[in-house]
C-alpha cells in the first residue's frame, strides 16, 4: 500500500512600509517647524495627500506634476472649496521645497502646480448692528461662560480658540485696563484691552477661580480649541419684537461672529 503525502507551502508576502527612510525624514523635518493648529492643519493636509498617493500607488518622492494635479482635480471631484484645495496645494509644495532644501530630494514636483484662483471678496454673511447687539442680550440673559464668550468675541474681535485657550492667570491690569494676554495664531502673544462688558462677564465666568482655564470643557478642564457647543435660545429685544414679530436667537454657531461680523 502507498502512501502519497502532499505538501502545501504558504507564501507569507512581507508588506513594504508606507514611507521610505528619506520621505519620513522629510515629513517629520517639515512638520517639526511648526507648532499648535498651523502644525495639525499641515499634518491633515499632507496626511490626506498621502492617503491619495497610496491607493494609486504613488511614492511621495516618485510623485510628478501630474500626480498633484490629479490630487487637486479628485479634491474638487469631492466638492472641496477653492480655498481648501489651494491650501493643501501649498502645504504639499512646502512639503517638497523642505525635502529639496535637505537634499532628500532632487527637484519638486510642485514647483509648477496650478493652484485655483480665489476670489478675495468675502461672501460671508455677517450680523448688523442691530443682531450684534440683540445677540448680546440674549447671551446676557444664558450662562455666564456663554456671555463671556459671546463678549470676546463680538466687543474684542477674538478668534474662537484664542478665546477658549485663555487662562485666568492672563488676566491683568495695565493703566487702569483690564487686559487679557492671548496666544494668537502662529504661536504669537498678545496682550489686549478689555471692553468693561467684557471684563464684568469674564468675571462672572470665572467666579471665586483663582486659576485655571476661563472657559471650562464638561470634563472640567480647558476647551482644545473649539467652541462650546450650546446655544442660546429666547426673544430677542428689538425693532422687529417691537413691531410685535417675535424673534429668536441661536448662536451656537460663534465661529459665524468671529469671522464674519468682525
Known amino acids: 500500500m502507498t502512501t502519497t503525502t502532499s505538501s502545501t507551502s504558504a507564501a507569507i508576502a512581507v508588506a513594504e512600509p508606507v514611507f521610505t527612510g528619506p520621505e519620513q525624514l522629510a515629513l517629520a523635518g517639515f512638520l517639526a517647524g511648526y507648532t499648535g493648529l498651523t502644525r495639525e492643519a499641515y499634518a491633515l493636509d499632507l496626511r490626506q495627500y498621502a492617503s491619495w498617493c497610496q491607493q494609486h500607488y504613488v511614492r511621495l518622492f516618485r510623485a510628478r506634476r501630474a500626480d498633484i494635479e490629479c490630487f487637486a482635480r479628485d479634491l474638487e471631484a469631492h466638492g472641496r472649496a477653492r480655498a481648501t484645495i489651494t491650501r493643501r496645494l501649498c502645504t504639499i509644495a512646502g512639503f517638497y521645497k523642505y525635502a529639496v532644501e535637505e537634499e532628500l530630494l532632487d527637484h519638486s514636483p510642485a514647483v509648477h502646480v496650478r493652484r485655483p484662483r480665489l476670489d478675495y471678496e468675502s461672501h460671508a454673511t455677517g450680523l448688523d448692528r442691530n443682531?450684534?447687539?440683540?445677540?448680546?442680550?440674549?447671551?446676557?440673559?444664558?450662562?455666564?461662560?456663554?456671555?463671556?464668550?459671546?463678549?470676546?468675541?463680538?466687543?474684542?474681535?477674538?478668534?474662537?480658540?484664542?478665546?477658549?485657550?485663555?487662562?485666568?492667570?492672563?488676566?491683568g491690569v495695565e493703566r487702569g485696563h483690564r487686559t487679557l494676554t492671548i496666544t494668537r495664531k502662529g504661536?504669537?502673544?498678545?496682550?489686549?484691552?478689555?471692553?468693561?462688558?467684557?471684563?464684568?462677564?469674564?468675571?462672572?465666568?470665572i467666579g471665586e477661580r483663582p486659576e485655571g482655564p476661563i472657559f471650562l470643557a464638561p470634563t472640567g478642564g480647558g476647551w482644545t480649541g473649539t467652541a462650546p457647543s450650546g446655544s442660546f435660545e429666547g426673544p430677542l429685544p428689538g425693532p422687529d419684537q417691537q413691531a410685535g414679530r417675535g424673534r429668536s436667537a441661536d448662536v451656537s454657531q460663534v465661529d459665524r461672529l468671529a469671522e464674519a461680523a468682525l
Request: a negative charge; zero cysteines.
Open 187 to 205: 504661536g504669537k502673544v498678545a496682550t489686549i484691552p478689555l471692553a468693561p462688558r467684557t471684563a464684568r462677564a469674564i468675571d462672572l465666568a
Open 131 to 171: 443682531e450684534l447687539g440683540a445677540m448680546l442680550v440674549a447671551a446676557g440673559l444664558g450662562m455666564t461662560a456663554e456671555h463671556a464668550l459671546i463678549s470676546l468675541l463680538a466687543l474684542n474681535g477674538l478668534r474662537v480658540s484664542e478665546a477658549t485657550g485663555a487662562d485666568i492667570e492672563a488676566l
